[in-house]
T-cell receptor, first 115, second 112 residues
Framework: AQSVTQLGSHVSVSEGALVLLRCNYSSSVPPYLFWYVQYPNQGLQLLLKYTTGATLVKGINGFEAEFKKSETSFHLTKPSAHMSDAAEYFCAVSAGGTSYGKLTFGQGTILTVHP | NAGVTQTPKFQVLKTGQSMTLQCAQDMNHEYMSWYRQDPGMGLRLIHYSVGAGITDQGEVPNGYNVSRSTTEDFPLRLLSAAPSQTSVYFC???????????FGQGTRLTVV
């Protein structure tokens, strides 16, 4: 069984400040981890993913995340927030194998960026 | 390349009515799934399919039926709509060899 916990349902930052969105997971098998972004009234778009290999993964729009197995975490960061980053962000886990695409999502974190 | 297409985008139903949410993908993906999104609960898996003729239940399957007669299409049927089914529904597809799931734009359903 898998689960995902996103710490903080709302995060507010100033433009230019560091963005840190927290995600912890549990999985009985090596996980595949994802961050998706959802803009208002739209579907989900993949930001980045970790499957195997390098634990620091870079995604689109300047975001990156680090897989830390010992901490069961996959936090999302961006050095400098932009107004266009305002959206809802979802962390998700998949067990891989025949579970490809069978995602378990966290509750979501709404990111607000202030001028 | 259209990706994942969902119709309709909006729908209002009366309690007890039935309807089908359509989902089609043109990427030849084996895997398709339906999620519902509710505030503060993220997305929850309703049903999924690993290929034509094969479907299985997800986390919240009650009140919904699916079938997969072709690789491209994966409709979701509400048998007798209830207010608790008011939600935003997303269809997604992925290829077994590529773990990224591609999502449609969603269907916003209101049951009154």
């Amino acid at each position: 069984a898998q689960s995902v916990t996103q710490l903080g349902s709302h995060v507010s930052v100033s433009e230019g400040a560091l963005v840190l969105l927290r995600c912890n997971y549990s999985s009985s098998v090596p996980p595949y981890l994802f961050w998706y972004v959802q803009y208002p009234n739209q579907g989900l778009q993949l930001l980045l993913k970790y499957t195997t290999g390098a634990t620091l993964v870079k995604g689109i729009n300047g975001f990156e995340a680090e897989f830390k197995k010992s901490e069961t975490s996959f936090h999302l960061t961006k050095p400098s927030a932009h107004m266009s980053d305002a959206a809802e962000y979802f962390c998700a886990v998949s067990a891989g194998g025949t579970s490809y695409g069978k995602l378990t999502f966290g509750q979501g974190t709404i990111l607000t960026v202030h001028p | 390349n259209a990706g994942v297409t969902q119709t309709p985008k909006f729908q209002v139903l009366k309690t007890g009515q039935s309807m089908t949410l359509q989902c089609a993908q043109d990427m030849n993906h084996e895997y398709m799934s339906w999620y519902r999104q509710d505030p503060g609960m993220g997305l929850r898996l309703i049903h999924y399919s690993v290929g034509a003729g094969i479907t299985d239940q997800g986390e919240v399957p009650n009140g919904y039926n699916v079938s997969r007669s072709t690789t491209e299409d994966f409709p979701l049927r509400l048998l007798s709509a209830a207010p608790s089914q008011t939600s935003v529904y997303f269809c997604a597809s992925s290829h077994f060899m590529n773990t990224e799931a591609f999502f449609g734009q969603g269907t916003r359903l209101t049951v009154v």
